[in-house]
């Protein structure tokens, strides 16, 4: 049977792609708090750690990485740093740290967000890191080769319209956008960034 690492396990997206993948494969859960697999995305020591503890794998997936929505003009340094060490760096530094432990035509599975191509006020540093771990796996995939390379970038989730009071009608349920990720899984192109949302709405 196939390992998978799932990173931000406990997340609305992780725990969706774990319920979805759990009776195909060996999924090992990480997340902040997690008891046996903890691990913190922001720092690269945390990642390192957590890829040598699991050791080899069949894919690794990245739902994890935060990044807050904040007005251009009181952005402070703060706010920008916190979000390039965590979504950004944090999903680069899976590629750069976990390809090792991928198996020979495995695939790592990280998270962007459609943010990078339809901003709107407010989405800035959010746009930014969603748009630069894109550019990141369009980049590495010039040189990497051994692996598969691959991210989702999800629009609202409906769940999460829900909890902030919102018409849910335009988002996608977790669940549905867990079978982007274990699409990319079996079979994909390394590059292959899809989009999991309903842009119509």
Not at 16 to 28: D, F, G, K, N
Not at 38 to 60: E, T
Not at 77 to 96: H, P, S, V
């Amino acid at each position: 049977m196939k390992k998978v690492l799932v990173l931000g396990a406990t997340g609305l997206l992780g725990r969706a792609v774990v319920e979805l993948l759990q009776s195909r494969y060996e999924v090992i859960s990480a997340s902040l708090n997690h008891p046996q697999y903890p691990f913190d995305l922001s720092k690269p020591d945390s990642l390192k750690a957590l890829f040598a503890k699991v050791g080899k794998v069949d894919a690794i997936i990245c739902t994890s990485g935060v990044a807050n929505l904040s007005p251009w003009h009181s952005d402070n340094d703060q706010q920008w740093e916190f979000a390039i060490r965590n979504k950004l760096m944090g999903q680069i530094n899976t590629i750069r740290y976990g390809e090792e432990y991928v198996n020979d035509g495995g695939a790592i599975i990280l998270t962007t967000g459609i943010l990078a191509q339809y901003p709107f006020a407010t989405s800035g540093i959010v746009t930014m890191v969603n748009a630069g771990v894109e550019a990141a796996v369009k980049a590495c995939v010039t040189e990497i080769d051994r692996v598969r390379i691959n991210a989702v970038s999800p629009g609202w989730v409906a769940e999460t319209m829900v909890s902030m009071g919102m018409d849910p009608a335009p988002g996608m349920p977790a669940q549905e956008i867990a079978q982007f990720y274990a699409e990319l899984i079996e079979q994909s192109s390394s590059g292959e960034i899809l989009v999991a949302a309903k842009l119509n709405q």
